[in-house]
């Protein structure tokens, strides 16, 4: 009865299929992030001892010693503890720091775009000022007028890459709205609210969601920088970028309590941006 | 006569253009001083090239745009100001059928959601009742259950059409404006829709704004036709005597155009230059192209005036019935 | 063009001021200048009278013209260290950061742009996937982290060059290779996807359609109009050759701008870091500016765009 036997729209390639095509380099990736991840949410369960309790008898014990397999710093301290226990505190900063500067870019991108005219100017213009000053220089300089205090690191972090979320969160909504399924909702008279959260937010989420990937490793890099430099993450918390930091002074006669840090920071960044970079080829081949 | 139910009054658009670096914007007029009725249950099908401003006039005459000049009422009260809490009340009696339904439906949320979508936005219906009036609506454009749970990528392209259509008729609305909503579509399944619209305007007594580029299409909907060239009206009057007859010169070129059979006319082919908007000749607007054209069309722009049997045309010559049909022939 | 020009400076004008505002607003929030200034233990009639010099009792509107006033001026306070003019104490910091970071910029387009465009006239073979990993990796790799492995390598295990100072020529090359081989990575990425857009365009395909040799198509077509985009990030860089090496320099015990700023944030020295983020963003903002005239005139589209940025 209907023209059903012209149905000729071609057919969406199947999870399953998706899942066959991911590259072995994509999947070691995957693989280091959820051992992270897992280190990371079971830190307690996972670390042998406290990361903060000092043992003086084993000072700067080398990699592979029975009861302290990454060896120990300059106080006896379990580098492995630490270690654990600094993925933590580094992944939460990392993810807290996205999430915020995700929803805030988003918001302020939509916001743009449904204001138009001077809202939307001024959001482009601090897109414009953020993007062109050195975001570690604004960091420092807040630093220094506030002091470091973890709130204030995992806020201002939350301002790191807000301008590309707001960018893209603008320019699809505009483009939604301009002709579309937003123009159409709203011609069937739903409030912008609705417009915006229930169809044009599910419709720009993988996009998205891939920039997101391509800015968690270089907020984990800032605030390993920022903590290496001692101006972030303050001891007796301790973090990645933390632990290379103290481990500098360190490098001649114990680089093990350098290197383990590093290498972790190495290997996540590395694999979080393989991931992003494949999850935008095969999703969103716009993005730059 | 019956009232009126979308009365507009000389609606004006212009849009800004700039030209260049150093340019300054030109005003280039979309639409240019139209007025239209349509009452309960009637079509008016609105013929014109692209460019022609017809788009334009449909969407201010559903609010999605302010016109900058006239005014438009609706059963008989103002059109509230775009995006306010009334005129988004005033859009589940006023619908839009457009002319990608791939673009005007939502890729990500399932058929049934968004035929069901107008109900949850107006609050009409016990939530547990829209979904059940959703597949009804479904049911009534001709689409089978089954396909409620598709997402609008999986459905072709006429089905995607009655899905819009469905969305449209959920809060019964009184006045549908259709821009060029079969276009896009494949010739042998423009007839399938075209007939749905037909029926369903008839079962609800909607008025209907039927705009498309398509005389044959315009034809077999509209009770009565008007022709837009370069945001004017040109000539409107009666489907089948304008058709059977045109007056105005630009009418005559386009129903010559289209093969009717039977008929057996002269072909009139347009020459010069298409339409736009930008650089409007003198005058009467279509004289560029116009074969007939005089010294007065090219200085003094025509008035709409009424000739016999609620004929309306624009034109210096239609005055002289019988010096237009010596000059054509 | 007189058009655009003007634009531009407006936009430019607009940076700086946003930063001197944003500079105080940070000042004003995190506290009374006067006390954190002169310090707890401040005698309350000093605070009133250092209030009153520097006219933190007027209103804050008035405070904030006083403040552009004082910049436009020259006037970016005094070290709480020492007490000397943080512009000078900056100032003498400069060539310092430069030894690094000219060179460093060097090696980044000798090296990033070349592997790039090798990458892009590859694509998909061998030697386009493994520049592309070792440029993600490049990336990935902090600075202090490349920076110690090299010191690892070359200063502790093999022995060759210093870890650290300042003393000769040689105290140079490590901090310059791990500025380098990080930006180079960001460069070849980015020439790389710059010159598989132009390579993909129709006219490439039309030039090389015509018979023209694939070699000067590259040249003659691809290359001017890869090197568009690529501007823009060796702007970028050249406007951080100031404040680019924060990181580096501290790895390295290296006297420039940017330890002295690390070292300015930690003792909370205001004067210094105020100092150092207002000539951070002149210089970042100078080199738009440049970036932005290079841009109109490689890409003759923008003269005539009515000076809109691309998104």
């Known amino acids: 009865m209907t023209d059903r036997a012209l149905d000729n729209a071609p057919a969406r390639p199947g999870h399953l299929a998706a899942l066959k095509a991911i590259p072995p380099l994509v999947w070691v990736a995957i693989l280091w992030l959820a051992a992270v991840l897992f280190v990371a949410i079971f830190a307690d369960l996972v670390a042998p001892y406290s990361y903060t309790a000092p043992n003086l008898r084993n000072r700067l014990v080398a990699p592979g010693h029975a009861l302290h397999w990454l060896g120990t710093d300059e106080l006896g301290r379990d580098v492995l503890s630490r270690l654990i226990v600094s993925i933590r505190i580094s992944l939460l900063i990392a993810f807290g720091a996205t999430v915020i500067s995700a929803c805030f870019g988003t918001a302020l991108g939509f916001l743009a775009a449904y204001f138009r005219g ?43 890459g807000w301008e590309r979320y707001a960018r893209i969160a603008r320019g699809l909504a505009i483009s939604a709205g301009a002709q579309g399924y937003a123009s159409a909702v709203t011609q069937l008279g739903a409030p912008p609210t609705q417009v915006y959260l229930r169809h044009i937010l599910p419709n720009i989420a993988s996009t998205l969601i891939v920039s997101m990937t391509l800015v968690f490793p270089e907020v984990i890099l800032l605030e390993s ?64 | 006569m019956i009232p009126s139910l979308v009365e507009a009054k000389g609606l ?128 009534r454009v001709g689409l089978s259950r089954h396909l409620a749970a598709r997402y609008p990528h999986e459905l072709s392209g006429g089905q995607r059409q009655r899905v819009v259509l469905a969305r449209a008729l959920m809060t019964e609305p009184a006045l549908l404006v259709c821009d060029e909503p079969v276009s896009a579509l494949d010739v ?65 070129a ?56 609620g004929r309306r045309v624009a034109c210096h010559l239609a005055e002289d019935p019988a010096h237009l049909a010596r000059k054509a022939a | 063009m007189a058009r655009f020009v003007t634009l531009r400076l407006l936009r430019a004008a607009l940076t700086i001021a946003l930063v001197v505002t944003f500079a105080f607003i ?78 460093a910029l060097f090696l980044k387009l000798a090296i990033g742009i070349p592997a790039g465009i090798f990458a892009a006239l ?38 060759w060059l210093p870890s650290g100072g300042q003393d000769s020529w040689r105290h140079a090359i490590l901090p310059i290779l791990t500025l380098g081989i990080g930006g180079a990575a960001v460069l070849a990425r980015f020439t790389r996807s710059a010159m598989l857009e132009v390579l993909g365009q129709p ?32 702007g970028f860089m050249v406007g951080s050759l100031i404040a680019g090496a924060v990181v580096v320099e501290s790895v390295f015990s290296w006297p420039g701008v940017g330890r002295l700023l690390v070292v300015a944030v930690s003792n909370r020295d205001l004067a210094v870091v105020q100092c150092i983020l207002l000539l951070v963003a002149a210089t970042m903002v100078a080199s738009n500016l440049i970036v932005d005239f290079l841009y109109g005139f490689l890409d003759p589209r923008l003269r005539h765009a009515g000076g809109k940025a691309g998104v």
């Open chain 1, 118 to 160: 001077l809202v939307e100017q001024a959001v482009l213009m601090l897109a414009d000022f953020q993007a062109s000053m050195p975001f570690l220089i604004l960091a420092l300089a807040v630093l220094a007028f506030f002091g470091s205090s973890l709130v204030l690191l995992v806020g201002l972090m939350g301002l790191f």
């Open chain 1, 225 to 288: 920088g920022l903590s290496f430099l001692g101006l972030g993450v303050q001891p007796p918390m301790t973090s990645l970028g933390n632990m290379v930091g103290f481990g500098r002074e360190y490098i001649t006669r114990a680089p093990w309590i350098m290197l383990a840090p590093a290498s972790v920071i190495v290997l996540t960044t590395l694999s979080v941006s393989l991931l992003g970079d494949w999850l935008r080829d095969r999703l969103d081949p716009t993005l730059q």
């Open chain 2, 12 to 139: 004006a658009r212009s849009y800004a253009q700039r030209r260049g670096l150093f340019g300054r914007s030109v005003a280039v007029r979309a639409v240019d001083g139209v007025s239209l009725r349509v009452s309960a249950g009637e079509t008016l099908g609105i013929v014109g090239e692209s460019g022609s401003g017809k788009s334009t006039l449909g969407r201010m005459v559903l609010g999605l745009e302010a016109p900058d000049e006239g005014a438009v009422r609706f059963d008989g009260a103002d059109m509230p100001k775009f995006g306010t809490v009334e005129w988004r009340r005033a859009r589940a009696r006023m619908q839009m059928i457009f002319q990608d339904p791939l673009g005007a439906l939502d890729r990500r949320l399932a058929i049934l959601d968004q035929v069901r979508e107008p109900l949850d936005i107006h609050r009409r219906h016990e939530p547990a009742e829209r979904t059940d009036k959703a597949l009804a609506m479904l049911a």
């Open chain 2, 188 to 252: 042998s399944i423009q007839a399938q829709v075209v007939n749905l619209l037909v029926d369903l305007q008839e079962e609800m007594r909607l008025a209907m704004l039927f705009i498309s580029h398509d005389l044959r299409v315009v034809r077999q909907v509209s009770r009565r036709v008007a022709v837009m060239y370069l945001g004017r009206f040109v000539e409107e009057g009666d489907a089948d005597d304008l058709f059977a007859d045109p007056r105005h010169p630009y009418t005559q």
């Open chain 2, 254 to 309: 386009l129903v010559s155009a289209a093969p009717t059979p039977g008929a057996r006319q002269k072909r009139i082919t347009l020459t010069g230059e298409p339409p736009n908007p930008a650089e409007r000749p003198s005058g009467c607007a279509f004289h560029p192209r116009c074969p007939l054209a005089t010294s007065r069309c090219r200085a003094e722009a025509p008035a709409m005036r009424t000739v016999e049997g």
């Open chain 3, 26 to 103: 940070v000042l004003r929030m995190s506290g009374d200048p006067a006390q954190i200034i002169l310090g707890p233990e401040a005698d309350p009639e000093a605070i009133r009278a250092f209030r009153k010099s520097w006219g933190l009792d007027a209103p804050l509107w008035q405070q904030y013209f006083q403040y552009f006033g004082a910049i436009a001026q020259g006037e970016l306070g005094r070290s709480m260290r020492d007490g000397r003019a943080a512009i000078e104490l900056v100032a003498e910091r400069i060539p310092a950061t430069l030894a690094l970071t000219l060179p």
């Open chain 3, 122 to 159: 590859n694509r998909g073979r061998f030697a386009d996937r493994a520049i592309m990993l070792l440029s993600v990796a490049g990336f990935t790799v902090p600075s202090f982290v490349l920076g110690l492995v090299l010191v690892l390598v070359f200063a502790v295990q093999l022995g």
């Open chain 3, 203 to 234: 006219y490439i395909r039309t030039a090389s359609a015509k018979g023209v040799p694939w070699r000067l198509v590259v040249t003659g077509h691809a290359l001017p109009n890869a090197a568009i985009p690529t501007v823009t990030i060796v």
